[in-house]
């Protein structure tokens, strides 16, 4: 699989993985600039990690793409991490919240008399409970995201078969050997030229067709956003015009 495939393929999962949660625990966890980031990097980790590895600095001997980071170990020490980060940042989104909240409330007795701020403060509240989840850690959730994303990618590279790699070092301490290029830059053209042809012999491309449908899901996210920017911009000039 592809760039776009990556993209494509793990933001749609993700997001149904997102609506499924919704459905089952009634937390509501919106995409935002933010939570794109972690998807999209951890799409590719695995690829950002082991090609310039494997197809570059050791182009020569093992010449192959698929490494360390497309091992279960790897995404399992990843995972660890990214709990840790996870946990860290809720603590910390904890202590600032409770400050906010006593200084809140100290200025509501001073400035609150008689006005309207108190309904919309606790529907905001109300609001970020929603959007927090999983324990009231907004913010950190983007690291499960991120390892999610990550493993993902093994999924989507069909690891399972390549046991030797899916499973290091159960299988012994040595990866499968790739074919070695007259140079690295080849073994890049190969991929982007194999990937855009769509039969394999008598067969449809596997690359290709994930590459067609990582394609079309970011095309389809695009143009969601483009068109709630259209009305967003068309809303605010309505606001303007009005006063």
């Not at 993985?17 to 937390?27: F, I, V, Y």
């Not at 809140?104 to 309207?116: L, M, T």
């Not at 040595?174 to 008598?202: I, N």
Request: aromatic share 16%; charged share 25%; glycine share 12%.
């Amino acid at each position: 699989m592809f760039v776009f495939g990556h993209l494509g393929v793990t933001l749609g999962v993700v997001f149904l993985a997102l609506r499924l949660l919704k459905l089952r625990t009634k937390l509501e966890i919106k995409f935002n600039r933010r939570l794109y980031l972690f998807v999209f990097t951890g799409s590719l980790l695995p690829d950002l990690i082991d090609k310039p590895v494997g197809e570059i600095l050791l182009a020569g001997s093992i010449s192959n793409g698929r490494i360390f980071a497309h091992t279960l170990l790897f995404n399992f020490l990843l995972l660890l991490f990214c709990l840790w980060l996870y946990k860290r940042s809720g603590s910390r989104e904890g202590r600032e919240g409770s400050r906010e909240e006593r200084e809140g409330r100290e200025g509501s007795r001073e400035e609150r008399e008689g006005r309207e701020g108190s309904r919309e403060e606790r529907e905001g509240r109300e609001g970020s409970r929603e959007e927090r989840g999983l324990g009231g850690n907004k913010n950190g959730f983007g690291f499960l995201l991120f390892s999610f994303a990550s493993f993902l990618h093994l999924c989507e590279d069909r690891m399972w078969l390549t046991p030797e790699t899916l499973f290091f070092p159960v299988f012994g301490f040595e990866f499968p050997q790739g074919a070695v290029e007259s140079h690295w830059w080849d073994f890049f053209l190969g991929c982007f030229f194999g990937t855009y042809s769509p039969l394999r012999g008598a067969e449809l491309s596997y690359v290709f067709v994930s590459e067609m449908v990582g394609f079309s899901v970011l095309l389809a996210f695009g143009l969601h956003h483009f068109h709630s920017f259209i009305l967003r911009y068309r809303m605010s000039n309505q606001r303007w015009s009005s006063r």
